[in-house]
């Protein structure tokens, strides 16, 4: 047999001592896993109607998966079920792909889309489409919808698009029978979807949009001809058939990205012109009333951008601006964001941290609307003449603001005060603004605030609440230019105990950050890990977002050296200021790029780490997907020795601390194959370790029983490794 085969049964041959018994059932691990961490049962999607009278929103039971939908009058505060959803039904490979991309976990209805005139409400359910008349409380299938992906109404409401099949189909709404608008030039071509690197990595969802009008549509040519294909499959389940999935890693081609235009009437498609050999990643998609259809497109190495203004009679276009960053350039949601008269809003890092440019409607600068001091961080939308924005004054909370031109962002005193992650949905009509928020005591509250300011309404949760709060302690580890960190004790912790470190990791560049995020989330599964003896830290080092541009790129050319240093710098920072930890005794667990850098850890720097556990690791760079790594270590071919420096495998040898890989058999963003290679490399090397690969589980771990074992088996490893004060009865729970 392959040597791959052989480490998965490594582990039973290492185990020299006798399996410890299997751990009692942990009622607040079973509740933890079975209500999705406290977030079912909490609305979500919420989207506000035109008229600003009524809220509709998803949600499920407290330990379901199946999601209704709901909506809350905003005037008496009363809340109906509009459509009941039990979640049965198998998905098709391509709503499975498109609710991982979205790392939505629900089932039921998913997405549900609003007419502009707040008459009808579209969703999927059982595989075809649905439309929901609301005043008469009916809805019925659309005919012919089996299949249907995205469906979006046109501005006015009347018209309903929708993608099948690979292409794109309107219809009138309601009643209107469905007419074909394109035709695919090829199984490999679809129009009107995004690929996998825009849903995956630019947050670009979408692959059509409707012009302000709503007599024309563009959409997303994209041809996978050229892509390499994984096969999917799952060894834990061999009677499936596999699915081949376009996956474009490093150094390999992408998909064909091509921008037409096509009259909702029907015709000959007009295709939007640009340097596409320079900029082959269409990035972003713009029409909005006043504004022309604008492009955002970057570079392969996305170190220059251009934000375009397309004809769609002709299909030339011509520059507005141009980005450029010797590292990289994030991209930003929402923007450019247009006003009625053609200027729009601009986030720009040219100056060493996210600032907002307004900008006329050639493109030149205006004026800077928000300051970098206030820490740009989200966009929320725009509203008479105003955008709305999250900010970040401190990287570990979130403000809500609104900036009109000329004039000075004023703050929105909107939702719980204090540290919190605000996001906020406007009303289409503007005026009513849904904000959703948490903090270090409360999960995600959501509740709708009028245009002065005034609360009109929390959308009811069913959600199960935990019965404790969480010892969570916000530092700055070494000083104001520190590390930030976050702390959290037993519970139960007796006076002068010396506890062994867990440092949960992820660590890597992406939007969502993480130690300014626990100012704004009760760490629940971490506060439960640090009770089962355990200081569990998490800390927030170079290559992470909100610490300013510098901050962020040094991790450029090599993603593991400077971010593994940081966590080595905080824990050597925390044992001297935390008398508790013993940081002699320490752990470290991540996923993603977590585990990628947790199995790092304790193969690159055992002096410091003992025991890793790493879950769904990127071992080998050039097997990741081009958008994500090129940005941070350039082509492959180019820079050899980044990807060398970067990679796991080379390490291998070194190992000598424990080392659990955990895995999920049918992940398709970091395929199994990543820690089928490290345990090869490991087995040849002739390297302890453990392996398990999690059957059927893709990137998350959905499964309330499988997400059990996870915290379980991780615990335990922890407890074997490390050692473990065991401290006393719980204190009481907190109110």
């Keep these: 047999m392959p040597a791959l085969l052989c480490p998965i049964l490594l582990s039973a041959a290492l185990a020299a001592e006798p ?37 509709l929103f998803l949600r499920s039971g407290p330990r379901s998966r199946a999601q209704a939908l709901l909506e809350t009058d905003l005037a008496t505060g009363a809340t109906r079920r509009l459509v009941e959803a039990d979640g049965a039904g198998a998905l098709t490979p391509e709503e499975a792909a498109r609710l991982e991309r979205q790392r939505i976990t629900g089932r039921g209805i998913t997405h549900f889309v609003l007419s502009r005139d707040g008459a009808h409400v579209v969703y999927g359910l059982g595989g075809r489409l649905w439309l929901l008349d609301r005043a008469a409380g009916r809805a019925a299938p ?12 046109s501005p006015d409401g009347r018209a309903l698009a929708y993608v099948k099949r690979g292409d794109l189909y309107v219809r009138a709404v309601p009643g209107g029978t469905e007419r074909r608008l394109t035709r695919a030039r090829g199984r490999d071509v679809t129009n009107g979807l995004a690929e996998f690197v825009a849903q995956e990595e630019m947050d670009r969802d979408e692959g059509y949009w409707w012009s302000p009008d709503g007599r024309r549509i563009a959409y997303a040519e994209v ?7 994984r096969m999917l499959c799952d060894p834990a389940r061999p009677a499936r058939p596999c699915e081949a999935r376009a996956y474009p890693r490093a150094g390999t081609p992408n998909a064909a990205v091509r921008l037409k235009v096509v009259a909702v009437a029907g015709g000959r498609a007009v295709e939007m012109r640009w340097d596409a050999a320079r900029y ?18 970057q570079d392969r190495l996305q170190k220059e951008e251009r934000v375009l203004a397309a004809d769609p009679a002709t299909g030339r276009t011509r520059t507005l601006l141009v980005e450029r960053d010797d590292a990289w350039l994030d991209l930003w949601p929402g923007m450019p964001a247009f006003l009625p008269d053609g200027r729009f809003w601009w986030v720009t890092e040219r100056g060493g941290a996210p600032e907002v440019e307004l900008r006329a409607a050639d ?19 725009v509203e008479g003449g105003a955008l709305v924005f999250a900010g970040a004054p401190d990287p570990t909370r979130e403000e809500l603001y609104r900036v009109r031109p000329g004039t000075p962002p004023e703050r929105l005193a909107l939702g719980e005060p204090g540290p919190a992650t605000r996001r906020a949905a406007l009303a289409p009509g503007g005026g009513t603004l849904a904000v959703t928020w948490s903090t270090l005591r409360r999960l995600p509250v959501t509740a709708v605030f009028g245009a002065d300011g005034s609360r009109l309404a929390v959308l009811p949760s069913v959600a199960e609440e935990p019965a404790f709060v969480p010892t969570t302690e916000l530092r700055q580890l070494g000083g104001a230019d520190g590390i930030r960190a976050a702390v959290l004790r037993p519970r139960a912790l007796g006076a002068g105990a010396r506890l062994p470190v867990v440092v949960e990791v992820y660590g890597g560049p992406v939007p969502a950050w993480y130690v300014p995020q626990v100012a704004h989330r009760p760490m629940l599964i971490e506060q439960w890990l640090a009770d089962q003896g355990f200081l569990v830290a998490v800390f927030d080092g170079r290559g992470t977002p909100r610490r300013g541009r510098d901050w962020e790129r040094a991790i450029a050319g090599d993603l593991g050296t400077v971010p593994l240093e940081d966590q080595v710098a905080a824990l050597e920072a925390l044992g001297r200021e935390v008398p508790e930890a013993d940081v002699a005794r320490a752990g470290i667990t991540g996923w993603s790029f977590g585990g990628y850098l947790a199995a790092l850890a304790v193969m690159r720097r055992p002096d410091r780490f003992r025991a890793a556990v790493a879950g769904a690791p990127v071992v080998d760079w050039e097997q990741y997907d081009t958008h994500y790594t090129e940005r941070y270590l350039g082509l492959p071919g180019e820079h050899p020795e980044a990807y060398a420096r970067s990679g796991l495998l080379a390490w291998a040898p070194r190992l000598d601390r424990p080392l659990l890989l955990l895995h999920g058999t049918a992940d398709d963003n970091v395929f199994l194959s990543h820690s089928l290679a490290l345990a090869d490399a490991l087995f040849l ?23 059990e074992r996870r915290w379980e088996w991780t615990a335990g490893f922890f407890r074997r490794a490390l050692g473990a004060v065991r401290p006393g009865p719980a204190l009481a729970p907190a109110p």
């Design 19 to 55: 399996a410890p018994a299997p751990p009692p059932a942990d009622p607040f691990l079973r509740q933890y896993a079975e209500t999705r961490g406290f977030r079912a049962g909490r609305p979500t999607a919420v989207q506000l109607s035109p008229d600003g009278r009524a809220a």
């Design 142 to 153: 659309l005919p012919g919808s089996e299949g249907a992906l995205d469906p979006r109404f």
């Design 223 to 229: 041809d996978e001809s050229a892509v390499e294909r």
């Design 280 to 297: 082959p990643y269409l990035a972003a998609v713009r029409w909005a009333r006043g504004g022309p259809l604008a492009l955002v497109v």
């Design 363 to 381: 493109g030149a600068r205006l004026e800077v609307s928000v300051p970098r001091a206030l820490g740009y961080a989200a966009f929320a939308g």
């Design 685 to 707: 090397a002739g390297r302890p370790f453990e392996l398990v690969p999690i059957a059927g589980a893709t990137h998350s771990v959905p499964d309330p029983l499988a997400a």
